[in-house]
């Protein structure tokens, strides 16, 4: 399975909350200020609400939403969505997966989960109705109450939203639950509209819509990018697996980057989104984009490039991440994982964590073992606080271009962090215990350490070629190396954040992503 689920906590505003009878028809919203509640007592109003609990439309969606009690109200807490998998036989996985993840994310947070509200989210197929949609969803939805049901967390409603209707699976009353359906109101009518928009929650548009910022071109001009990609990778690729030039590409990355960062704060504003990214493409050439894109598949590279992360840099390079992604076309969408990611980290530091989620979820999508991207999906996900991160990217800055500093006699180095205080369990590791020192080889085997190449690409006239510049080294990881120092203060070449296919990379990277819980 590719999907990564993602998660949340309370609503930023307020939590909605209210009386929780036994099909959770009373809900409430809670403005923190002053105290004002709107119930929602149907399923519609249920229905309505989702959008307003993401922060966007979902699509082809499974959504639960936890319900917890407080002074004898419901409300609603940690919230978790899935893409349906295409496949009936993954069904059972997927809502394992997800049920599990909330409630253990809840349970971490102090918040068991007492009841659950689930959607599934899926348009029609060709010839199919919503009806149908529905009906080829029930065993999906059953199966959620199942797994909800094994952890002693009822399922108390369970919506199936298709074609602009919505279909109860837990009521058989004709009267609020005819099995036609029951259409959907207007867009931001509702009364539960009206409080969310004064409370400041905002509803940013379809999850497609959100995604096609991060997706790779699919027009004529994506052909070009390839070509173009093809084209660097001929010298790009042999120098970064020379330890000699690795570390000039590295300072040839860097100072590109900055100069196109430059070139994007420097131009006019547009209207809309679409405008915005449109933009952006015309301000960065095929082979600007080419070098950038296999430049950043050095981890080290990528990490002293996270370093633009706030202030009036952020959005400069967030703007340049999400270009760069959609640059990763045909057979180097792999490669997408490095801008990705760095792209939800500067959306997350700038405190969009929707956008965040997706684009590390989209990360993990091209490369489901990039480390980065899982910490920090991980990290996220838990409600920590990047400032932790943060500070860790700050330190590396300000050392300068020391990458060798606390190297021990036996070529190794350890790594170490300002200690925050907080739990070492808040985030899980695949790799290694948060608590336990992790130690860093200075000098890599640059035949055991290559960048992310695609190993086979198909040419223009549709055959099949071997792309024998572009190789990939089986363990999947990239150059390290060390590098001179800069006038300027930057990221130091310390993999603070992992690399891929490697455990993290330091006690600063797991500390950061675990801490603040």
């Known amino acids: 399975m590719t999907n990564h689920s993602e998660t949340t906590g309370p609503a930023e505003?307020?939590?909605?909350?209210?009386?929780?009878?036994?099909?959770?028809?009373?809900?409430?919203?809670?403005?923190?200020?002053?105290?004002?509640?709107?119930?929602?007592?149907?399923?519609?109003?249920?229905?309505?609400?989702?959008?307003?609990?993401?922060?966007?439309?979902?699509?082809d969606s499974i959504v639960l939403?936890?319900?917890?009690?407080?002074d004898g109200r419901g409300r609603f807490g940690g919230r978790a969505r899935l893409g349906i998998p295409a496949k009936e036989e993954d069904w059972p996985s997927a809502a394992g997966q997800l049920v599990n993840g909330l409630v253990t994310g809840s349970e971490r947070r102090g918040v068991r989960p007492e009841q659950m509200v689930a959607y599934l989210c899926q348009e029609p197929c060709p010839g199919e109705s919503g009806r149908q949609?529905?009906?080829?969803?029930?065993?999906?939805?059953?199966?959620?109450?199942?797994?909800?049901?094994?952890?002693?967390?009822?399922?108390?409603?369970?919506?199936?939203?298709?074609?602009?209707?919505?279909?109860?699976?837990?009521?058989?009353?004709?009267?609020c639950c005819p099995s036609e359906g029951v259409p959907m109101g207007l867009p931001g009518t509702s009364v539960l509209a009206a409080a969310a928009t004064y409370a400041g929650i905002q509803v940013r548009g379809s999850l497609r819509e959100l995604r096609a910022r991060?997706?790779?071109?699919?027009?004529?001009?994506?052909?070009?990018?390839?070509?173009?990609?093809?084209?660097?990778?001929?010298?790009?690729?042999?120098?970064?697996?020379?330890?000699?030039?690795?570390?000039?590409?590295?300072?040839?990355t860097l100072a590109l980057t900055e100069r196109v960062m430059a070139r994007l704060a420097d131009a006019p504003p547009a209207s809309g989104t679409a405008a915005q990214d449109l933009r952006d493409d015309r301000l960065l050439g095929h082979d600007e984009a080419a070098a950038l894109i296999l430049g950043l598949q050095d981890r080290t590279t990528r990490d002293r490039a996270a370093a633009w992360m706030e202030g009036d840099e952020a959005g400069p390079a967030l703007r340049l991440w999400r270009a760069l992604a959609r640059r990763c076309v045909g057979?180097?969408?792999?490669?997408?994982?490095a801008p990705l990611t760095l792209a939800g980290w500067v959306a997350w530091s700038a405190g969009d964590e929707l956008e965040a989620r997706e684009a590390l979820a989209m990360a993990l999508g091209a490369d489901p073992d990039y480390l980065f991207?899982?910490?920090?999906?991980?990290?996220?996900?838990?409600?920590?606080?990047?400032?932790?991160?943060?500070?860790?990217?700050?330190?590396?800055?300000?050392?300068?271009?020391?990458?060798?500093?606390?190297?021990?006699?036996?070529?190794?180095?350890?790594?170490?962090?300002p200690d925050d205080g907080g739990p070492k369990e808040g985030v899980p590791q695949d790799e290694e215990p948060a608590?336990?020192?992790?130690?860093?080889?200075?000098?890599?085997?640059?035949?055991?350490?290559?960048?992310?190449?695609?190993?086979?690409?198909?040419?223009?006239?549709?055959?099949?070629t071997d792309g024998t510049a572009r190789r990939r080294a089986s363990d999947g990881t990239r150059p390290g190396g060390t590098r001179p120092g800069r006038t300027r203060p930057r990221a130091s070449g310390k993999e603070a954040m992992g690399g891929h296919g490697t455990r993290p990379g330091d006690a600063c990277s797991e500390k950061s992503a675990t801490a603040g819980e």
């Open 435 to 464: 608590d336990r020192p992790v130690r860093r080889a200075t000098g890599e085997d640059p035949n055991a350490v290559r960048p992310r190449l695609a190993r086979r690409r198909r040419s223009r006239s549709g055959t099949v």
């Open 65 to 70: 939403v936890a319900l917890r009690d407080r």
């Open 214 to 252: 991060l997706q790779p071109w699919e027009h004529s001009a994506a052909l070009d990018q390839e070509a173009a990609l093809d084209s660097a990778g001929l010298t790009i690729v042999s120098r970064l697996l020379d330890d000699a030039r690795r570390a000039d590409v590295a300072e040839e």
């Open 13 to 59: 505003n307020g939590d909605i909350t209210g009386p929780v009878p036994d099909r959770a028809d009373r809900t409430s919203y809670d403005n923190p200020g002053d105290e004002p509640q709107v119930t929602l007592r149907t399923p519609a109003e249920l229905a309505d609400a989702l959008p307003y609990l993401l922060g966007y439309r979902p699509e």
């Open 331 to 337: 057979p180097y969408r792999e490669h997408a994982a």
């Open 373 to 417: 991207a899982r910490l920090l999906h991980q990290a996220c996900n838990e409600g920590l606080d990047p400032e932790s991160v943060r500070r860790c990217l700050r330190a590396e800055r300000a050392e300068g271009g020391r990458t060798e500093a606390g190297a021990s006699g036996d070529g190794t180095t350890e790594d170490s962090a």
């Open 133 to 175: 949609v529905m009906e080829r969803l029930r065993p999906l939805a059953q199966k959620l109450r199942i797994e909800c049901g094994s952890l002693d967390v009822p399922v108390v409603e369970a919506l199936c939203i298709s074609d602009g209707r919505f279909w109860s699976y837990c009521c058989d009353d004709e009267t």
